[in-house]
């Protein structure tokens, strides 16, 4: 019982976080545990097709505010991380997925063939790698939010301006998402949310 009331309070006590107190740093114990989730995520497949970017520098945080359309959580967060999802590595033959694979032993080449003939029925890889990262995402809000941590998923980016700030060359990766995490500076904002009985369905 009460591993599901903590795991609700957590729930609810992770919210869209504005604004963080920039005085107020997040251990690099902790920040090491938030990105442990990411990298413990589901992924089709298995692929994992993700990177975790860290920015944690004042300065740099700065300008990634600029590439948020100047959103005030970015600037103010003691860390960012930039979700990429991995686009030219889940080609077919790519090293990426050959090192991937490797896992699989005596099933590798079942299940190349499968990734295979998956991918060529795949319309758009960056949507489908962009939401794997999604799921990555909020693993590591929740999970920060078990701990008291607040953070801010940031959709609203200029993705060439962040692929510029990161050198990226631009066809290599997609920006999936953004998450800022800090220390609220404020009070949360009431939480809105559908009822129980509007969003589910017992069919
Ligand atoms: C994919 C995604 C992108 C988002 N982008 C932004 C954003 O750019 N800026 C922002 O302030 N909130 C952003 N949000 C947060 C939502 O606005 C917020 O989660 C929603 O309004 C519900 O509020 P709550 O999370 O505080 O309960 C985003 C959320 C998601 C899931």
């Not at 790698?129 to 008291?148: D, E, L, P, R, W």
Request: aromatic fraction near 10%; hydrophobic fraction near 40%.
């Amino acid at each position: 019982m009460t591993a599901k009331k903590n795991f609700l309070d957590a729930m609810k006590f992770r919210h869209a976080c504005k604004l963080f107190d920039k005085t107020k740093k997040i251990s690099k114990a902790n920040q090491n545990y938030i990105l442990e989730l990411g990298r413990l995520s589901p992924s089709s497949m298995g692929l994992e097709q993700w990177k975790f970017v860290v920015i944690e520098d004042k300065d740099t945080n700065q300008l990634l505010q600029e590439a948020c359309y100047n959103q005030p959580q970015v600037g103010t967060a003691s860390f960012n991380v930039i979700i990429l999802a991995k686009v030219e590595e889940l080609k077919p033959g790519s090293k990426y997925l050959e090192n991937i694979l490797q896992r699989y032993g005596i099933n590798k080449e079942k299940r190349r063939n499968r990734y295979e003939q998956f991918y060529h029925q795949i319309k758009d890889i960056k949507s489908w790698g962009v939401a794997q990262c999604h799921i990555a995402a909020a693993n590591m809000m929740t999970g920060a939010a078990f701990i008291g941590i607040d953070s801010c998923p940031i959709g609203g980016f200029d993705s060439d301006k962040v692929k510029r700030l990161l050198k990226l060359k631009l066809k290599y990766q997609e920006v999936a998402l953004i998450i800022s995490f800090g220390h609220r500076a404020k009070d949360a904002p009431k939480k809105m949310r559908l009822s129980f009985d509007e969003v589910v369905e017992f069919y």
